[in-house]
């Protein structure tokens, strides 16, 4: 018996796979909700509530990017608790047996084997997915443009996170740096360059993986929490997005 149940479905979700944009995006905690056969890993409801189990907006946002731009998303379906797939399987936070303040019993000295079954069950369709339709657009001579969508608590470990949007990147800054250059022009919130993580802290797996190893013009878009809580302030910050990707974006090369 695998991780999840025929009725659970899918891991991965794909939403306007047919979108013209060359826009790729993704949002890899997109979900709170654990595969039943996981339980409540041995949270309270409020620990399952919080940022630690998803991105809380994350997928609201992506949405709304993903119709004004008329782009193909790609989000996983569980949480982030069960598998961080925004993390190879070999690494600690892929099963976090910590969160924050918050202790994972459920993902306490799993053996080799669960991890594996986990990674096999949520991880790697996941991967597989998202690589799958980087090289057909490759091979439809529209190479993708990867973003990915993320969100993070205004208050992380007691302290307090001055900064409201996070352009993120690895060794490849190409797109982050006219992303940044763009937000700079607007000054609509405070924007930071790997901030508040960094490749330094492995949070540009997917980049890695997908923008980097394809050469693709790739960025991670973090945004706080609390400015995108309900259908409003998620459409602000959508639309603003939206607007900075197309103005760092030829439009020569955004469809």
């Known amino acids: 018996m695998g991780i999840l149940s025929e009725q659970e479905g899918d891991p991965v979700a794909v939403e306007n796979a047919a979108g013209r944009s ?15 056969r996981l339980g409540t890993l041995g949270l309270s409801a409020e620990a399952l509530e919080s ?15 993903a119709k004004s731009l008329d782009a193909t998303l790609i989000y996983q379906r569980f949480s982030r608790l069960a598998y961080d797939c925004n ?8 099963m976090p047996e910590t969160s924050e303040i918050y202790p994972v019993p459920g993902n306490a000295d799993l053996s080799e084997a669960a991890r594996l079954e986990r990674a096999e069950a949520l991880y790697f369709p996941f991967r597989d997915r998202i690589a799958s339709l980087v090289r057909q657009r490759i091979a439809e001579g529209r190479a993708p443009i990867l973003v990915t969508v993320h969100s993070f608590t205004p208050v992380y470990f007691g302290r307090e996170r001055p900064v409201e949007i996070g352009i993120l990147h690895d060794a490849d800054s190409r797109l982050a740096d006219l992303v940044l250059e763009s937000a700079g022009r607007s000054a609509l919130y405070a924007t930071r360059r790997n901030e508040p993580y960094g490749p330094e802290d492995g949070v540009t797996h997917t980049l890695q993986v997908h923008g980097l190893a394809n050469g693709l013009l790739n960025v991670m878009i973090e945004v706080r929490n609390d400015l995108i809580r309900d259908d409003t302030s998620q459409g602000v910050m959508a ?6 990707l197309l103005e760092s974006v ?6």
């Open 22 to 36: 060359r826009i790729l995006l993704v949002c890899e905690h997109a979900s709170r909700v654990l595969p039943e």
């Open 250 to 255: 030829p439009p020569s090369q955004a469809y």
């Open 87 to 94: 993390r190879p399987p070999e690494s600690p936070g892929a």
């Open 239 to 244: 639309d603003y997005l939206t607007g900075l």
């Open 51 to 65: 940022h630690i189990a998803w991105d809380p907006g994350a997928l609201a946002v992506s949405r709304m990017m």
